[in-house]
Antibody
Framework: EVQLVESGGGLVQPGGSLRLSCAASGFTFGTYWMTWVRQAPGKGLEWVAN????????YYLDSVKGRFTISRDNAKNSLYLQMNSLRVEDTAVYYCGRGWAEIDFWGQGTLVTVSS | DIVMTQSPDSLAVSLGERATINCKSS????????????LAWYQQKPGQPPKLLISWASTRASGVPDRFSGSGSGTDFTLTISGLQAEDVAVYYC?????????FGQGTKVEVK
């Protein structure tokens, strides 16, 4: 059974940092693109970043470029999102998902709240 | 960026009746070299992550009931729920993966009338 479990969310002040993790199981992690998608409270879905199987291609939403870094450790079946210089508007549930095209499996998400 | 616009924002349908959700992209998401439309549909119930329903505009994901169907090509797409069930109450999103950044529609809330 495919499982994606996010962790690392929490309350942080504007300008602060957080590192999100996504632990994958039930599939060969190193053979899939992986994606981060966020959802602000009561709002729709927003794609954040994705990364190729071997890390050779990485893409970001313009508003997070230079502040967020996606990475992965295929030996640990894990995906990460390092988030620096956080802004109030980054407040959201962050989901990790499997796939380059459609996202066929999603984690339950982790809530990031940026507030003073 | 490709803008995805769904209509309506919400709709109420009687149980057993048809629900139709439209999604329009600001540019074609049909890739001519393989004749595939780079579009997916997701269902999201309250407090849950999205669930993939349809990929490539019309291919149902594994385990998705056949009352869900996707159609359309180019810039205009439709998700149809033929015979609404109580468990179909949710928000539905379209999603283009033709171009980066990937973008989603704003969502359509489906309720029971």
């Amino acid at each position: 059974e495919v499982q994606l479990v996010e962790s690392g969310g929490g309350l942080v002040q504007p300008g602060g940092s957080l590192r999100l993790s996504c632990a994958a199981s039930g599939f060969t992690f190193g053979t899939y693109w992986m994606t981060w998608v966020r959802q602000a409270p009561g709002k729709g879905l927003e794609w954040v970043a994705n990364m190729k199987e071997d890390g050779g291609e990485i893409y970001y939403l313009d508003s997070v470029k230079g502040r967020f870094t996606i990475s992965r450790d295929n030996a640990k079946n894990s995906l990460y999102l390092q988030m620096n210089s956080l802004r109030v508007e980054d407040t959201a549930v962050y989901y990790c998902g499997r796939g380059w095209a459609e996202i066929d499996f999603w984690g339950q998400g982790t809530l990031v709240t940026v507030s003073s | 960026d490709i803008v995805m616009t769904q209509s309506p924002d919400s709709l109420a349908v009687s149980l057993g009746e048809r629900a139709t959700i439209n999604c329009k992209s600001s540019q074609s998401i049909l890739y001519s070299s393989n004749n595939k439309n780079y579009l997916a549909w997701y269902q999201q119930k309250p407090g849950q992550p999205p669930k993939l329903l349809i990929s490539w505009a019309s291919t149902r994901a594994s385990g998705v009931p056949d009352r869900f169907s996707g159609s359309g090509s180019g810039t205009d797409f439709t998700l149809t729920i033929s015979g609404l069930q109580a468990e179909d109450v949710a928000v539905y999103y379209c999603h283009q993966y033709y171009h980066t950044p990937r973008t989603f529609g704003q969502g359509t809330k489906v309720e029971v009338k």
